[in-house]
């Protein structure tokens, strides 16, 4: 089973130095890029990132990342 691709651009985040967010992989939370539970029932769970500075990243849209939870550019071949 797929990911849903919720956009096909990243989501630029400020997250906060040693706080953890949950990042949606399944693509159908309503609130992206973060997990709302969405996934129950799937083979998909939410992957963690913590923030070791405070900063904007740019955690992935599509689903497609290679590259944790973090925007790797995979959109642009979608």
Do not use: R
Not at 13 to 39: I, L, M, R
Not at 53 to 64: I, M, N, S
């Amino acid at each position: 089973m797929d990911a849903h691709i919720a956009q096909k651009s990243p989501y630029g985040v400020e997250v906060t130095a040693g706080k953890t967010y949950y990042w949606c992989s399944c693509g159908q939370s309503k609130n992206q890029p973060f997990c709302d539970g969405s996934h129950k029932g799937s083979t998909f769970t939410p992957k963690a990132y913590e923030a070791t500075e405070t900063k904007t990243v740019y955690f992935c849209g599509c689903k497609q990342t290679k590259n944790g939870v973090l925007c790797d550019g995979a959109h642009k071949a979608l």
